[in-house]
C-alpha cells in the first residue's frame, strides 16, 4: 500500500513538472517525450525485456489506465513495431534506448495519427489535437534469456504451489477422485444413463464455480449467486448454453463436460492450465485452480458422423502342404 502511494505521489510530481516544461523532445512522426531521470547502468538494449510501470491519462489529467491500480506491471520485449503505421511503437522504439532500469518519462502519443483514417472511433475525452500522456517508469531491464530462465522458473514455482494446493483441498475434504491425462480432478454427485454429449453438441449446463478458498465468484443458480453476494439486477437465471468443443468457454469445461452423461451432477478440479491461467480473470487471481459444480441438465445434439468400425482381416487356414 505504501509504495501505490508513493507511487502515484511520485507520478502526480511528475504530471505536473511534465505540464510545465518546455523542453520535451519531439521524434519525426510528432510525438512528444521527456526523460525525467537518468540513472546509472546500462541502456535498455533491443530484445531487451523490460518490468515497468505505466499511468496514462488525457491532456485534462483523467487516468486511463494504471499499472499501479491493477497490482500488475507490465513486462514488453524491446522490438521494432511490426506494423508500420504503429506510431506508439515506433515512439518507444526511439526512447527505450535513451533509459535505463529506475528511468521515468512521460511520452505523449498525438490522437490524432492514432484514430487516422477512423475517426468515428474517436471518444469525446480525446478530442482532435490532444494527446494519450504515458507516464512511464521502468522497473528492471533484463536480457531475453535471463527473462526467459525468470519465467519458467516462476512458472515452475507456481505449478508446484498449485499442485500442493488442489492436494491439501482433496484431502481437507476427504474427495475422492478421478484425474484424466489432462490434469482435471473430478467426481460424480448424480448418476445417469443417458448418452454423453460429443463435441459440437450444444449443452445446457447449471453451475456454480469456486476458488479453493471456498469463495463463490459466479453461479447460475440465483439462489447460490444471492447467498454469495453475486447477483446481478437483469441477468437471467437460468442453463448456461453453448456449443462444446469450439472454444467458447475455458478448456476445463469443453474437456469436463464430455466425461458427463445427460442429467448427470458432478464436481470439477480443473488446474489454473485449463482455467484463467497465468493472467486470472476478474476475481480470478493467476493461477489459480478452480472448482465447479456442475449439472448436465441437457443436450441438443447434432448429426455425427458414424464412427468407422475398424478392419478385421478375415483367417485363412493355412493349406495342408502334400507329400
Not at 443417458?194 to 449446463?205: A, E, F, I, M
Not at 437471467?236 to 445427460?262: M, R, S
Not at 441438465?297 to 475398424?310: E, Y
Amino acid at each position: 500500500m505504501k509504495k501505490y502511494i508513493y507511487s502515484l505521489l511520485i507520478f502526480c510530481v511528475l504530471a505536473s513538472t511534465a505540464n510545465a516544461q518546455t523542453n520535451l523532445q519531439r521524434t519525426p512522426e510528432g510525438a512528444q517525450y521527456l526523460i525525467f531521470t537518468h540513472s546509472p547502468g546500462n541502456k535498455i538494449q533491443v530484445n531487451d525485456v523490460i518490468t515497468m510501470d505505466v499511468v496514462q491519462k488525457t491532456d485534462k489529467d483523467s487516468v486511463l489506465f494504471s499499472s499501479y491500480v491493477t497490482g500488475h506491471p507490465g513486462k514488453v520485449q524491446v522490438q521494432a513495431p511490426q506494423d508500420a503505421t504503429d506510431l506508439s511503437g515506433k515512439v518507444f522504439m526511439e526512447v527505450f534506448p535513451l533509459m535505463a532500469a529506475n528511468d521515468s518519462v512521460l511520452v505523449k502519443i498525438p490522437t490524432d495519427s492514432i484514430f487516422k483514417g477512423h475517426e468515428e472511433s474517436r471518444p469525446p475525452f480525446l478530442p482532435a489535437g490532444s494527446y494519450i500522456n504515458f507516464y512511464i517508469k521502468v522497473e528492471k531491464v533484463q536480457s531475453l534469456n535471463d527473462a526467459i530462465a525468470e519465467r519458467n522458473a516462476d512458472m515452475a514455482a507456481m505449478h508446484t504451489a498449485e499442485t500442493a494446493a488442489v492436494a491439501k483441498y482433496i484431502a481437507d475434504n476427504k474427495l475422492i477422485v478421478k484425474t484424466t491425462p489432462s490434469g482435471i480432478k473430478y467426481f460424480i454427485t448424480k448418476t445417469a444413463i443417458k448418452p454423453r454429449p460429443l463435441n459440437g453438441d450444444t449443452v445446457s449446463v447449471n453451475y456454480t464455480g469456486k476458488l479453493l478458498n471456498g469463495t463463490v465468484f459466479d453461479s447460475s443458480v440465483a439462489a447460490v449467486a444471492a447467498k454469495a453476494g453475486l447477483q446481478q439486477d437483469g441477468r437471467t437465471y437460468e442453463p448456461f448454453k453453448f456449443a462444446l468443443g469450439h472454444g467458447d468457454v475455458i478448456k476445463g469445461w469443453d474437456e469436463g463436460l464430455l466425461l458427463l452423461h445427460e442429467g448427470e451432477k458432478a464436481t470439477f478440479i480443473f488446474p489454473s492450465s485449463l482455467a484463467y491461467g497465468e493472467q486470472g480473470s476478474g476475481p480470478i487471481p493467476p493461477y489459480s485452480p478452480l472448482v465447479f459444480d456442475v449439472e448436465l441438465v441437457h443436450v441438443k445434439r447434432i448429426p455425427h458422423p458414424l464412427a468407422k468400425k475398424p478392419l478385421v482381416k478375415k483367417h485363412h487356414p493355412v493349406a495342408k502342404k502334400t507329400n
